[in-house]
T-cell receptor, first 118, second 114 residues
Framework: DAGVIQSPRHEVTEMGQEVTLRCKPI?????LFWYRQTMMRGLELLIY????????DSGMPEDRFSAKMPNASFSTLKIQPSEPRDSAVYFC????????????????FGPGTRLTVL | AQSVTQLDSHVSVSEGTPVLLRCNYS??????LFWYVQHPNKGLQLLLK??????LVKGINGFEAEFKKSETSFHLTKPSAHMSDAAEYFC????????????FGKGTKLSVKP
């Protein structure tokens, strides 16, 4: 298996531009997570999907951020308009969640997208 | 609420000496506990996991951790550090209250001196 795939690996953009980050989860996994990592705040969960449905987006910082999962093999995280404070590493992770929800859900992380907003 | 406290933000050891990275957790339920490692400019990799089986858990690269319920601890150890162990390590808790989602500690950066 190729693991979780993220693209692009690096993105440099100017303030005000739209940024789209992409993620392909591991085949067969039914949950997908978007995280943001910064020096100041560490790893933060932004949003997660279960069976392509957004379950909890309380970690999304503001309306400039949006995430979609149109099918089981693809998700996007969009920032519009981008700001310098959005500069961070964005990770996507996927897992196979059992029903009922279990306390054990190993998550597999992608390599991350390093975003720099100038 | 669940939480994880990594007691040291930075640990420095000499190559060949033991490693101890400390982690305390808070959970009202039977937790699952994990250690993830992140090498520079890389994603996170699962090092080991505890899921209510044996309290002493062995992971990859010679690391192990012991779940101590009475102390609410899950410290990570390795008998002999290698240069390639230099990385950031995250202690993580998950339980029914978090609906299986992972709660990350702030991380401990491990430096290994030659």
């Amino acid at each position: 298996d190729a693991g979780v795939i993220q693209s692009p690996r690096h993105e440099v953009t100017e303030m005000g531009q739209e940024v789209t980050l992409r993620c392909k989860p591991i085949s067969g996994h039914n949950s997908l997570f978007w995280y943001r990592q910064t020096m100041m705040r560490g790893l933060e969960l932004l949003i997660y999907f279960n069976n392509n449905v957004p379950i909890d987006d309380s970690g999304m910082p503001e309306d400039r951020f949006s995430a979609k999962m149109p099918n089981a093999s693809f998700s996007t995280l969009k920032i519009q308009p981008s700001e310098p404070r959005d500069s961070a590493v964005y990770f996507c992770a996927s897992s196979l969640r059992s029903v009922p929800l279990s306390s054990y859900n190993e998550q597999f992380f992608g390599p991350g997208t390093r975003l720099t907003v100038l | 609420a669940q939480s994880v406290t990594q007691l040291d933000s930075h640990v420095s050891v000499s190559e060949g000496t033991p490693v101890l990275l400390r982690c305390n957790y808070s959970s009202s339920y039977s937790p699952s506990l994990f250690w993830y490692v992140q090498h520079p400019n890389k994603g996170l990799q699962l090092l080991l996991k505890y899921t209510s089986a044996a309290t002493l858990v062995k992971g990859i690269n010679g690391f192990e951790a012991e779940f101590k319920k009475s102390e609410t601890s899950f410290h990570l150890t390795k008998p002999s550090a290698h240069m390639s162990d230099a990385a950031e390590y995250f202690c993580v808790v998950s339980d029914q209250r978090s609906q299986g989602n992972l709660i990350f500690g702030k991380g401990t950066k491990l430096s290994v001196k030659p």
